[in-house]
């Protein structure tokens, strides 16, 4: 998928299912509702991020800078081809499933996941097939020869694995089942990082196939194993009525199938011209680079699909409750991303040292021209849910197209005028530009309006962001501090001045030492 819809749920009906009585989401619209949910489901993510952290360590140690772009290479084309062949099951099923849920009809929920697995099992049958015979294409597009055809067939089955992954999370999705998918990432960034250590130690580039593969079934067999505990996997692949009546489920995934082709389509091509123009190695440095500017900052969007897309569905034509929801998640992403995204820029050169190794302190001057891309994007997605949750799949797919084609191009010009570092403002610029053209739209169509003090808040928080990524890139170490620090310092008065006045986070934490006085 596109950087961009990395954090936006792509559903092309309008989720109702969600509803609760006006009061109650008008309650969750607070910010110590917002607030919780980020830093409740952000804590796996952050187990996460560490046991990723430790297996990039190593990988960058043992297979470098072209092994790591070749990792991507085969990973942006297996997403492809899985976008373009899962007819968006994993997502389209969980709204039906939610509803039997709730109706407490257990008989129903039984067919229902069969026939969730049934058309799972035929997509990734599907793509594993299409991976195959399209081995040589995806070879000769991604680099220019056909040296690597051999490597796509290989990773083929990456293909049906994620798209069986795919349906067994609907299902925990749809039974509700949170605290088992949490027990699942986390355990599944653990088996990958066991897996990936070791192999690349005694393999080097040879073990990025066996990797690939490994740590693909591992996660599919961790959400296997929670889902038919109490469900054992049965299809009904012979019964035509049961696959028939599956054939909602290939509409309404239809969106996402387009959506997430597009995406996957832009970055394998961005990532194929960077390679074919370059290296592998270059190739290499700018997945790392995209990493440190996507990855680690995403801990504050783990709760948009999870606890905002529901409440900005519940909305309905409340125009108000809508901008009331945005405006409050904008603020607590804002003020969220600013100090992390300052910090991270000050201390940049030490981070890339010790997640990678000194190969890789090329991309800081990338990372650091492309720090508003996170912050843009902190701006604009819970806008961009606003189609989403309004049924209004064309317009999202539009605004996904002209996303995808700005990003394209400028990543391309970018790097063929200034290398990865003009890759680094093209991310920015893309994600600046869509800001734009999603709030413009969005203005006119469904009468969104950013509030007064929001939009203060955003201003002021950039100017500070701005201010810390020029103090990050002073040499000395004794003048980049005296400068970045105090920037640092306000950003993080201006987030804890909001938190204590809008939310109840001083009580606790008194609460929390009188609990812990002897």
């Known amino acids: 998928m596109s950087l961009r819809s990395t954090f936006i749920a792509k559903s092309p009906a309008r989720v109702s299912l969600w509803c609760e009585p006006f009061f109650l989401y008008m309650k969750k619209d607070t910010y110590n509702h917002v607030l919780k949910y980020t830093g409740l489901l952000g804590g796996v993510q952050v187990f996460y991020i560490l046991m990723s952290i430790v297996r990039n360590k190593f990988t ?10 070749l990792v991507e290479t085969y990973n942006r084309a ?14 389209s099923a969980v709204r039906r499933l939610s509803e039997l849920h709730e109706q407490g009809k257990e008989e129903a929920i039984k067919m229902y996941i069969r026939l969730i ?53 609907a299902i925990l999705k749809g039974l509700q089942r949170l605290k088992q998918m949490a027990a699942i990432s986390a355990l599944g960034a653990l088996v990958t990082m066991l897996l990936t250590i070791p192999a690349y130690w ?50 309404l ?21 960077v390679t074919n123009s370059t290296s592998l190695n270059r190739a290499g440095l700018y997945a790392v680079g995209v990493t440190l500017i996507v ?6 969007f783990v709760a948009m699909d999870a606890d905002f897309f529901p409440r900005l569905s519940a909305a309905g034509d409340d125009r108000k409750r809508r901008n009331n929801a945005i405006n409050r998640q904008i603020d607590v992403l804002v003020l969220l991303m600013a100090p992390f995204l300052i910090a991270f820029a000050l201390f940049l050169p030490i981070i890339v040292r010790v997640l990678y190794t000194p190969e890789f302190l090329p991309v800081v001057s990338m990372v650091l021209c492309g720090l508003s891309f996170m912050y843009f994007k902190a701006v604009y997605t819970p806008i961009a849910y606003l189609p989403l949750a309004r049924g209004h799949s064309r317009l999202y797919l539009l605004m996904e197209f002209l996303y995808n084609v700005v990003f394209t191009v400028l990543v391309i010009v970018g790097y063929h005028v200034r290398g990865i570092v003009g890759a680094g403002i093209a991310l920015s610029l893309a994600n600046l530009f869509d800001l734009i053209n999603i709030s413009l739209v969005y203005a006119r169509v469904y009468d969104f309006r950013f509030e007064r003090r929001t939009l203060l808040r955003c201003i002021v928080q950039y100017a500070l962001l701005v201010a810390g990524i020029g103090a990050a890139t002073v040499a000395s170490w004794g003048v980049k501090l005296l400068l970045g ?9 201006f987030a804890w001045n909001l938190l204590r006045k809008k939310t109840n986070i001083v009580d606790k934490i008194k ?8």
């Open 60 to 69: 960058a140690m043992f297979i470098g800078a072209w092994g790591i772009g």
């Open 78 to 91: 297996v997403d492809l081809i899985a976008n373009m062949t899962n007819f968006g099951i994993g997502f």
């Open 117 to 169: 697995r049934s058309w799972a099992l035929v997509t990734a049958l599907l793509g594993t097939l299409i991976c195959l015979l399209s081995a040589p294409l995806l070879s000769y597009f991604t680099l220019s020869d056909f040296h690597t055809t051999k490597g796509f067939v290989l990773v083929a089955p990456m293909v049906g694995i994620l798209a069986i992954t795919g349906g067994e999370v």
């Open 202 to 251: 005694l393999l080097g580039l040879h073990g990025v196939i066996p990797v690939l593969l490994s740590t693909t079934a591992a996660v599919c067999l961790l959400n296997l194993y929670a889902t038919t505990r109490d469900y054992p996997y049965r299809v009904g692949l012979r019964s035509m009525k049961l696959m028939k009546s599956g054939g909602h489920l290939l509409k």
């Open 253 to 273: 995934g239809g969106a996402y199938i387009l959506a997430g082709t597009i995406g996957s389509g832009a970055e394998l091509i961005v990532r194929s011209y």
């Open 295 to 300: 990855s680690y900052a995403r801990l504050a």
């Open 485 to 493: 620090l105090p920037v640092l310092g306000l950003s993080l008065w």
């Open 511 to 518: 609460s929390i030492v009188r609990r812990k006085k002897p």
